[in-house]
């Protein structure tokens, strides 16, 4: 059975810097793609990152245009994990983040929620002074 637990919220003052992090077992990050989504406070869960990796090599990574060079989506082969690490937070990235992974995802729909079986139980990101 496939499991994903995340880490690393809490409350971060703007402009700052968080990482949060998906311990995934069950699987095998290898062979998964790996994404973040957010869901901010009465809206959609919508996506923020993707990440495959084949063999310890980066297939591809792709980020939502309102986290481009602001956030960095990772992963650790040896400890079957992900990162997302959050630079420049602002107020509006406010929300619960959780990870998702699922083998037959690709890199034109990362974003879709739908596409994912396999979700953690989210975190929860505040950014406020």
């Known amino acids: 059975q496939v499991q994903l637990v995340e880490s690393g919220g809490g409350l971060v003052q703007p402009g700052g810097s968080r990482t949060l992090s998906c311990l995934v077992s069950g699987a095998s990050l290898g062979a998964m793609t790996v994404a973040w989504f957010r869901r901010l406070p009465g809206r959609e869960r919508e996506g923020v990152a993707g990440?495959?990796?084949?063999?310890?090599?980066?297939?591809?990574?792709s980020y939502a245009p309102f986290v481009t060079g602001r956030f960095t989506i990772s992963t650790d082969g040896a400890k079957n994990t992900a990162y997302l690490k959050m630079t420049s937070l602002k107020s509006e990235d406010t929300a619960v983040y959780y990870c998702?992974?699922?083998?037959?995802?690709?890199?034109?729909?990362?974003?879709?929620?739908?596409?994912?079986?396999?979700w953690g139980q989210g975190t929860q990101v505040t950014v406020s002074a």
């Open positions: 990440i495959r990796t084949s063999g310890g090599n980066l297939m591809w990574r």
């Open positions: 998702a992974t699922d083998d037959h995802v690709g890199r034109d729909d990362w974003f879709r929620p739908a596409l994912y079986d396999y």
